[in-house]
């Protein structure tokens, strides 16, 4: 939500929610690269959970699937397509927010990731060599998180519609 404050009032506020900034998204990875590296390299954390799971990779994989489905189905529905059944604002706005959220996730992960990425593949040892392809595998399906938040937070955009502009006609007329 954010604040528009309007010259005549002391407070206005303006109940939007506003297209996600890839500034946002990017300064997120940056820092959770910084963080995944630190922890890496200072506290040998990496030698304490080795190797490293799947299950990251998985869940990041099932939302991003998920939310592509929701993303082609939730545009087919408002662009009124046919056969697409009239979807409700209300689950358009938890989409939305949804869309936001799983964003930033996917840019926190996305960047975790890539930390801990180049970490494993400048480390000499075999248990760093044996987690690559699960931290480059969760780095990949964090990225397509990214890729399905941001479609799904496109697609529940309400289309222009030009032709529509002047008229007048889903107004109900005054009774005389």
């Known amino acids: 939500m954010s604040v528009n404050p309007d ?29 995944a590296w630190l922890l890496i ?3 040998d954390l990496f030698y304490r959970i080795s190797p490293l799971p799947w299950t990251g990779a998985g869940v990041l994989g099932v939302l991003a699937i998920a939310e592509a489905y929701l993303a082609q189905n939730t545009a087919a ?13 209300l689950a358009v706005a938890r989409f939305a927010a949804l869309a936001k959220a799983s964003s930033l996730v996917g840019a926190l992960s996305a960047g975790f990731s890539a930390g801990l990425l180049i970490w494993l593949l400048l480390e000499p040892t ?7 392809p699960t931290a480059a595998t969760t780095l990949v399906t964090a990225i397509a998180l990214i890729a399905a938040a941001l479609w799904l937070e496109r697609a529940c955009r309400v289309p222009d519609r030009p032709d529509r502009e002047d008229d007048d006609s889903d107004r109900p007329t005054p009774r005389r």
Do not use: F, H, W, Y
């Open 126 to 132: 075999k248990e760093a060599g044996s987690s690559v």
């Open 7 to 35: 010259p005549g009032s002391p407070r206005n506020t303006d109940p939007s929610l506003r297209p996600t900034s890839m500034s946002t998204l990017v300064v997120a990875a940056l820092a959770a690269a910084a963080v």
């Open 41 to 43: 390299s200072t506290n």
């Open 77 to 89: 529905r408002i662009e009124r397509r046919p056969g697409a059944l009239p979807v409700q604002p």
